[in-house]
Structure formats: structure tokens, C-alpha cells
Nanobody
Framework: QVQLEESGGGLVQAGGSLRLSCAAS????????MGWFRQAPGKKREFVSA????????DYADFVKGRFAISLDNAKKMVYLQMDSLKPEDTAVYYC??????????????????WGQGTQVTVSS
């Protein structure tokens, strides 16, 4: 089993920044993808960003390109999401997810094996 724990959420004004962190613990794993998803009230969970274990391949949803940056510390099994120029529509619960069957970066929640409990991000206008 793998446990994922997010941190770093909070309340920020529009235009501000937050940095989310996710720590993975439990069983060891090597080839993987770690991703971030978000879910706003009344909406489906949606892909935000993901990164391959080697750090060289990333993917972003169009609505965060140029504003968010994902990074990975493979040795620590930590993934980060730097969120800049935040907008009120970025308000959601943000979830960290782990895909252990890496072939390519997947953007559907069903392709991920483990999930964190989520951290709330609220952007005020």
C-alpha cells in the first residue's frame, strides 16, 4: 500500500500564489507518475498536472499552462505544485495521485492507483 498526504492549501487572493506538496510513503516503487487533480463543488474531478518519475516529462491542463509548475523529488518521493497567478476559478480541493503502471502520462482519474485526502485551495476575488 501507498499513502499520499497533501499539504499547502489555503486561502489566497486572486493573483496570489500557493505551493502544494505531496508526500508518498509505504511500499517502494520506481517507475511511476505523480499527478495533481482538482474537484470543485458540483463538478467532476479534473486533471491539473502530472510528472514522470524521472522528472523529464510533464503534462499540464490547458487552463493552468503558464501559471502552474509541477516538480518532483524522486529521492524523497515528494511532488510539488507551484501555483501562481491564481484565479477564483482555481478554487477546489486539490488531490495528489499516483500511477504505478507507467506507460505514458494519463489524465483520467481512473488510471491512478492511489489518492491523497485532498487539500482545499480557495482563491478570493
Amino acid at each position: 500500500q501507498v499513502q499520499l498526504e497533501e499539504s499547502g492549501g489555503g486561502l489566497v487572493q486572486a493573483g496570489g500564489s500557493l505551493r502544494l506538496s505531496c508526500a508518498a510513503s509505504g511500499r517502494t516503487f520506481s517507475s511511476y507518475v505523480m499527478g495533481w487533480f482538482r474537484q470543485a463543488p458540483g463538478k467532476k474531478r479534473e486533471f491539473v498536472s502530472a510528472i514522470k518519475w524521472s522528472g523529464g516529462i510533464t503534462d499540464y491542463a490547458d487552463f493552468v499552462k503558464g501559471r502552474f509548475a509541477i516538480s518532483l523529488d524522486n529521492a524523497k518521493k515528494m511532488v510539488y505544485l507551484q501555483m501562481d497567478s491564481l484565479k477564483p476559478e482555481d478554487t477546489a480541493v486539490y488531490y495528489c495521485a499516483l500511477d504505478l503502471n507507467f506507460h505514458s502520462i494519463e489524465t483520467m482519474p481512473a488510471d491512478y492507483d492511489y489518492w491523497g485526502q485532498g487539500t482545499q485551495v480557495t482563491v478570493s476575488s
